[in-house]
């Protein structure tokens, strides 16, 4: 049967149970553009900006587990999707970005909108192509979407010239992906899991923390049952919230710059570290010379690269963490740590990192807590970056899987709201809720056009307080209060809301926070809220530049001793 390119790709995209896919018109993507109405199962999300294309794109697949899908044409087209392409590499989200380019013959003699799209996000992406004849096409998407979903994923960007969409072949899709020297390791090493497990059944002090790694690898019930078994604290990186219930007694919070100070009290004088599907990042380790001094450290993740990078592992297990932890709980023996839980359980009690102070005025911890109370926990919560990810992370209590969406290894302010989009337009039985800062929010705002057009149900919460809020707490802490480029004068977002055909409300004081709320989740359509808070509120804990997790800030109003003369002395002895 023979097919024109862009007929090859809409077939293939089907065949590989695409539903969706985000993405603008342009002259080089037109003629794919031009075949979608023969193809309906592929419904097409108009956004306003590629950036945001990428991202929704991003945000479909982590919301879903399968590959989000978006379309961009040449020239500023494909380069406004790099930023997008960048955060899903960073975060590990599978996607597949296809692109226009100008005609065979035009490539390389500089011309209308031409880019060389392939050499601009080669470090972004997990691999691309450049497609130069129509035969190929059906094995370049087969392939991308396997590399894209297998092992570590990550997204692959597809370059495809005017002409080739348009050029004939026969179309046969391969059942099969055969790539010489790509066979992720899933098992892991026996020695290494029953090394592991001895470190495990040895350990006075153990501490598991979690990451993203659990969440792509749907490990959510092995984590646990391994956690109980060996009665193991479990924390989590940023990206990890929402892979172990934060209700469960063994959960102890986020570790990190804004991590629980006594989630890193932990990580300080736990006797083992089992990090699983992390990356130890600065903002988990802070100064890294200075992570887990008294611990040795099983580290288990899928990419091998990451495996040392940061900190050095004792044991090293490369593989899938589902497979994995299941091999290793055979070998766990069921064990009680009574005083290292106890201990945790005091240091919660004397540095409690969540409690909301009084206030006056608004403050955005508040507000969260009563979206998660309104919500019940339901709701998954996409954010923007800066205070009020940060916010989002602390106060509401993921209990439910994979149930928080953020921008963490590229820290993209802007990612919220087409994040909400994409999560929502994935899940559609399921509440959105977007929490994003004023700042954060202006920079996609134009998303509420998408919104619109496309009838998307989410629920939009506006922390407003007049600053690039991050930027101005550093200012204040570290610049002498020096507020440099962070003030911010906004627009009147109910009425911007308004002028999109979206309800809203302002919101200044603590007794219309709920009745808001609720508002919002009994309006079937979206809803945005735009709730004016403590300008100069801070985010605490903190760990500042260049220190350890040892040395964590606690909100200067918590009358609690020094978390550095807490730790002098080791646990095992209290």
Not at 202 to 230: F, K, N
Not at 317 to 335: C, F, H, N, S, Y
Not at 414 to 433: D, H, N, R, S
Not at 527 to 539: A, R, S
Request: net charge neutral; hydrophobic share 40%; glycine share 8%.
């Amino acid at each position: 049967m023979k097919l024109t390119g862009a007929e090859i790709i809409c077939e293939s995209l089907v065949k590989e149970g695409v539903e969706v896919i985000f993405g603008i018109q342009g002259g080089s993507i037109l003629p794919l553009y031009d075949k979608l109405p023969q193809y309906p199962q592929l419904r097409h999300i108009l956004v306003r900006h590629e950036q945001c294309a990428a991202h929704s794109a991003d945000s479909y697949a982590r919301a879903t587990g399968k590959v989000g899908v978006c379309f961009a044409t040449s020239g500023p087209g494909a380069t406004n999707l790099v930023t997008g392409i960048a955060n899903a590499y960073l975060d590990s989200s599978p996607v597949v970005a296809i692109t226009g380019q100008v005609a065979r013959p035009f490539i390389g003699k500089d011309a209308f909108q031409e880019i060389d799209i392939t050499g601009i996000t080669l470090p972004i992406t997990k691999h691309n192509y450049l497609v130069t004849d129509a035969s190929s096409l059906a094995r370049t998407i087969k392939e991308a979407f396997y590399l894209g979903r297998t092992g570590r994923p990550g997204p692959i960007l597809i370059d495809v010239p005017r002409d080739v969409f348009i050029e004939e072949t026969e179309f046969h899709y391969p059942n099969k992906v055969n790539l010489a020297g790509y066979k992720p390791p899933l098992r892991g090493h026996p020695a290494q899991i029953k090394k592991a497990a001895q470190l495990i059944n040895e350990a006075r002090q153990p501490l598991i923390i979690a990451g993203r790694g659990i969440v792509v690898a749907g490990a959510y019930t092995e984590l646990q049952h391994i956690a109980e078994t060996a009665q193991i604290p479990v924390v989590t990186t940023l990206l990890g919230i929402g892979c172990f219930p934060e209700s469960h007694t063994l959960s102890f919070g986020m570790i990190g710059m804004h991590g629980m100070a006594y989630a890193n009290m932990a990580v300080t004088n736990a006797d083992l570290i089992i990090a699983i599907g992390m990356r130890f990042d600065d903002r988990a380790t802070t100064k890294v010379s200075g992570f887990a001094p008294k611990a040795r450290v099983i580290h288990i993740d899928i990419d091998p690269a990451e495996i040392g990078k940061n900190v050095r592992a004792d044991v090293p297990i490369v593989g899938d963490a589902r497979i994995i932890l299941q091999e290793i709980d055979k070998l766990v023996t069921p064990t009680q740590h009574p005083k290292w839980i106890r201990q945790l359980d005091e240091w919660r009690k004397e540095h409690p990192s969540i409690i909301i102070q009084d206030s006056e005025g608004l403050l955005p911890q508040f507000i969260v807590r009563k979206i998660y109370e309104v919500t019940k926990g339901e709701a998954t919560i996409a954010t923007g970056v800066g205070q009020n990810q940060m916010w989002a992370a602390q106060h509401y209590w993921y209990n439910k899987p994979n149930s928080f969406i953020s921008s963490g290894g590229l820290g993209t302010m802007g990612f919220g709201l087409p994040a909400a989009i994409g999560a929502k337009l994935g899940c559609p039985e399921t509440t959105v809720w977007c929490i994003d800062g004023d700042g954060s929010f202006q920079m996609t705002l134009h998303e509420l056009a998408t919104i619109t057009q496309e009838k998307v149900a989410v629920k939009i919460a506006i922390i407003n307080n007049g600053f690039l809020g991050m930027v101005r707490q550093w200012q204040e802490l570290f610049y002498g209060k020096r507020y440099v480029a962070t003030r911010l004068s906004g627009p009147d977002f109910v009425k911007v809301a308004e002028a999109y055909g979206i309800p809203g409300l302002r919101v200044k004081h603590k007794e219309e926070v709920v009745p808001a709320i609720e508002q919002a989740m009994a309006e079937p359509g979206p809803f945005l809220i735009d709730f004016i808070v403590e300008p100069e509120e801070n985010v605490y804990p903190m760990v500042p530049p260049g220190a350890t997790l040892a040395e964590v800030m606690e909100a200067p109003s918590k009358k609690t001793k020094a978390l550095s003369d807490s730790i002098k002395s080791p646990v095992s002895n209290i």
